[in-house]
């Protein structure tokens, strides 16, 4: 097996809002939420669905990685109810071996409402459900061993369970990769994330927010002497600048696409990993992965949602 991922098994609710919806609600634009059951029901009831689909950061890129052809697979926590069928099944469609065997638990399987405003700009709510009670004994060690790299999210960690499950997944890794996921979660576990970055992972993903938050830097030019100082991989997005892969002392660029008809930026992060993996796994240089990544973002803020079929 190529890449097996390990994450959040969410599945997106997508509706369109204006800002003035956000700041009623007092949300942050461009940010993730945690919130209980009753809160993400009380803000759907106001809501139109646009489009309901099975989702996830590290699924999202999974399932990218699949339609390139990879055998890939993939673990996350649901339960034995419709959404949890549903997540299953639209798994096994894009042909991701599915390794985790559902059973009734006492939360909901994962929900995540992205909220599109005008500008295309995507904020979050997440009912974390079951997901967020993943745990060492929902790993599959042999699925793990069998891969030559390993996909965690950001979003997943948390101190107890699934961080026992994360160091159960790193430890019987051949190879390691993650994404920081969400400025909110590089806040919440900065400690434990620069940890993660300096001395357990092969490569980071991150948008240009996220790996200046954990470093604390005042400009990029710091970021570029902190990642040649780690000499693991570290790989950030820049919006509509040039994204950027750092490598020991080797720095490569790639200029972002440009005159797009940008729609939702939801699975731009996802999509650009599941590119550069996509090299990466396949054994191609540094400068094609990152342009495997920029074209895969491209075509997918260019639609609703995270999945580009």
Known sequence: MKVIGIGNAIVDVICKVSDDFLSTNKLTKSTMKLVDEKEFKKLLSNLKIEKTIAGGSVANSI?????????????????????????EESLKKEKVEYFYKKK???????????LITPDSERTMCTFLGTAGKINENDV?????????????????????????????????SKKVAMSLSDV????????????????????TFANQNE??????AKNFNEVITFAKQ???LIVVTRGE?????????????????????????????????AGFLQGYVNNLTIEDSLQMGTDMAAKIIQKIGARLN
Not at 104 to 114: H, P, V
Not at 184 to 203: A, G, Q, S, T
Not at 247 to 268: F, H, M, P, W
């Open 63 to 87: 399932v990218g990685l699949a339609q390139f052809g990879n055998k890939v697979g993939f673990i996350g926590k649901i339960n034995d109810d419709d959404l949890g069928n549903k997540y």
């Open 241 to 273: 600048k040039p994204s950027i892969a750092i490598n020991r002392s080797e720095v490569y660029e790639c200029l972002s696409k440009q005159n797009l008809k940008i729609v939702d930026l939801t699975g731009a992060g996802d999509l650009f990993a």
């Open 184 to 203: 909110f979660c590089v806040e919440r576990h900065k400690p434990h994330f620069l940890d993660l970055v300096k001395n357990k992972l092969n490569i």
């Open 140 to 172: 599959d060690i042999g699925a793990i061993e069998k891969s030559k790299l390993t996909f965690l999210e950001g979003y997943l960690w948390d101190e107890g369970d699934p961080k026992k499950a994360f160091d159960k997944a790193i430890k019987n």
């Open 211 to 216: 790996i200046m938050s954990l470093i604390n």
């Open 104 to 114: 009734k638990e006492k939360l909901s399987t994962g929900t995540c409402l992205i």
């Open 230 to 232: 780690v000499g693991k």
